[in-house]
Structure formats: C-alpha cells, structure tokens
C-alpha cells in the first residue's frame, strides 16, 4: 500500500509565479490535511479538506493560497504571485477520518528566487 | 503564545546513552499528546500518542505527560545511531488540528 505521494519533491519558482503542489493521499483516505514547514519552525497548518470540500482552511493565508481536493485526481495547493517569503517545505498528510491517525508524505519543497 | 514550545537543541549523544526530549504546552485544556520523528528530507511520522497524564511505553521509547506542570516528555533508552533524527512534539487542537513544536534534532554518535 503506497503512502501519502507528494510532487514534485522540489520545485524553484521565481517571485511572482504560480506553484502547484500535488498530494494524492493514501489508499483509502478521503480526508487531506496541508501543513507548512518554514525554516526553525515546526509544521502549520494549513487547511483540511475532504473530497470537493473545504472543512477548514483557517490557516491558510488570506490571499494567494487556495486549495482543493476534488472529486477525482489529488489535491492540489495553489500559490499564485510567490514571494520570497513561500519558500518552506509544504507537507500533505490524510487519513481515515476526521479524527484518526494523520500519515505525512514526504513533502515538496518550495524555493522562490 | 505558542500552543507548543520545544526547545529546537541541536542534541548530540554517544550510542547507548539515554536521550531526554521536552516540550511545554500553553492551555491546560490540551489533552492529546503525540511524538513525531522525521528523518532527513522525509515527512513526519507518529512515533508515540499518550491521551491526559501519565506514561506511555512502547520499546525504547517512553512518552510522559505532567498536566500539572504542562509539560511532556520523550526518553529514548539504548539509543542507536538509527534514532538520528529531528522529534517533533504535537498537541491536538481539535479532532484533526496538529499544533507541532520547532522540533530538536538528535544526533546519536556511533
């Protein structure tokens, strides 16, 4: 059973640009958390979806971030216009439901020149 | 104030020897308490869940929670250079929000 995939594993954008990160969570679970990592600081959260659902998105900022998790394919975040400031480790976990063990991909790790 | 506060070391250890982890927590109404270890350039994984106070063993690994005090630990015993990794606390805000320390990046010294 394949865990929690993330990709790209790296990815450079140069300011202004858009990133995509992919999640496709593990066999079965329905329910996919997104967390970000900046340099000395642990794991954020971010938002929680379901399938074609934001539960909760209240750590997510307010403009340029979006995310979602449709009916088929994986979840995807957005982030339009980068700024140097994005650039951190942005990790996927899912699981279950909402309330059972959270299992973590390996991450994308985001670079803005 | 951050809901977790863990002191980021570096640690670093002979093999063998015991490795002492810590975090403080700020609302006393957190009862779920986890430990993640993360392996270099890899995703975090559970390692330890204790639910209120008390002890937690599982192998090398024993987890406590003070409520009292507000204050969880995590104690590797025997320790091996495989432990070398970053150990992450973790509160759960709610049913599905992880709150996570900085983490401390272990080093076990063959």
């Known amino acids: 059973n394949a865990g929690v995939m993330q990709n790209p594993r790296h990815l450079v954008r140069r300011r202004g640009q858009e990133a995509r990160l992919r999640c496709s969570p593990m066999?079965?679970?329905?329910?996919v958390y997104w967390y970000r990592q900046l340099p000395e600081e642990g794991l954020k959260f971010m938002v929680y979806l379901q399938k074609e659902n934001i539960i909760d998105e209240s750590g997510m900022p307010k403009e340029r971030f979006s995310a979602e998790f449709p009916k088929e394919g994986p979840s995807i975040l957005r982030i339009q216009q980068v700024v140097r400031g994005d650039s951190a480790a942005y990790f996927c976990?899912?699981?279950?439901?909402?309330?059972?063990?959270?299992?973590f991909g390996p991450g994308t790790r985001l670079t803005v020149t | 104030q951050k809901e977790v506060e863990q002191d980021p070391g570096p640690l670093s250890v002979p093999e063998g020897a015991i490795v002492s982890l810590n975090c403080t927590y700020s609302?006393?109404?957190?009862?779920?308490f986890m430990w993640y270890r993360q392996y270099s350039r890899k995703g975090p994984e559970l390692l330890m869940y204790t639910y209120s106070s008390g002890n937690k063993e599982d192998g090398r690994f024993t987890a406590q929670v003070d409520k009292s005090s507000k204050y969880i630990s995590l104690f590797i015993r025997d320790s091996q250079p495989s432990d070398s990794a970053t150990y992450l606390c973790a509160t759960l805000l709610n049913d599905y929000k992880l709150s996570f320390g900085a983490g401390t990046t272990v080093t076990v010294r063959a």
């Open positions: 066999k079965g679970h329905s329910h």
């Open positions: 609302n006393s109404a957190f009862q779920y």
């Open positions: 976990a899912s699981s279950t439901d909402g309330q059972g063990e959270q299992y």
